[in-house]
T-cell receptor, first 115, second 113 residues
């Protein structure tokens, strides 16, 4: 079974600084996707960024970028120029492109942004 | 488009009571999912459906039943609620095969006393 591990329960960053959230996963599959979801206090799950395993290039979305190390099974999220609105729970998730596209989530990292 | 909606948003049940959570999507998505979110455990898949009239078990299906009689609706039932089912429940949907983005509803907070 696939597993996703987020070893940082909480992180803190100052406004305008850069922070990196870590995620590792375990799978024997070769064709899969990795995601970072943001969950603010409103509870809504918001997709931040997506990485296809077959792509070597790291995904970027504005201030958000990933460091995807396929051999090491590592998928970290870098947030640049942190803003107060970035404060939230962040979940790493894995999806195998096989049956039913089911997501497996990590336990989450709570990010605090301070002035 | 309303996207994915969930009814109700909050509910308090007594142990042994039953209830049904409704998920509706207006995007004509083929796949639908029910997750539960507990503190420190992330989201875990309860049941899912790959099309109208089909359902399948996820990671934590015990104590729940589901039905997908209409493509746009996915119902999650608790026949005899237990305190261990106190959680936040999320519904999600996606287009189907080869489409990997799931769209989430706002969640339902359920407390079983």
């Amino acid at each position: 079974a696939q597993t996703v591990t987020q070893s940082q329960p909480e992180m803190s960053v100052q406004e305008a600084e850069t922070v990196t959230l870590s995620c590792t996963y375990d799978t024997s599959e070769s064709d899969y996707y990795l995601f970072w979801y943001k969950q603010p206090p409103s509870r809504q799950m918001i997709l931040v960024i997506r990485q296809e395993a077959y792509k070597q290039q790291n995904a970027t979305e504005n201030r958000f970028s990933v460091n995807f190390q396929k051999a090491a099974k590592s998928f970290s999220l870098k947030i640049s120029d942190s803003q107060l609105g970035d404060a939230a729970m962040y979940f790493c998730a894995y999806l195998w492109t096989g049956t039913a596209s089911k997501l497996t989530f990590g336990t989450g990292t709570r990010l605090q942004v301070t002035l | 488009n309303a996207g994915v909606t969930q009814t109700p948003k909050f509910r308090v049940l007594k142990t042994g009571q039953s209830m049904t959570l409704l998920c509706a999507q207006d995007m004509n998505h083929e796949y639908m999912y029910w997750y539960r979110q507990d503190p420190g455990m992330g989201l875990r898949l309860i049941h899912y459906s790959v099309g109208e009239g089909t359902t399948a078990k996820g990671e934590v299906p015990d104590g729940y039943n589901v039905s997908r009689l209409k493509k746009q609706n996915f119902l999650l039932g608790l026949e005899s609620a237990a305190p261990s089912q106190t959680s936040v429940y999320f519904c999600a949907s996606s287009w189907g095969p080869k489409s990997y983005e799931q769209y989430f509803g706002p969640g339902t907070r359920l407390t079983v006393t």
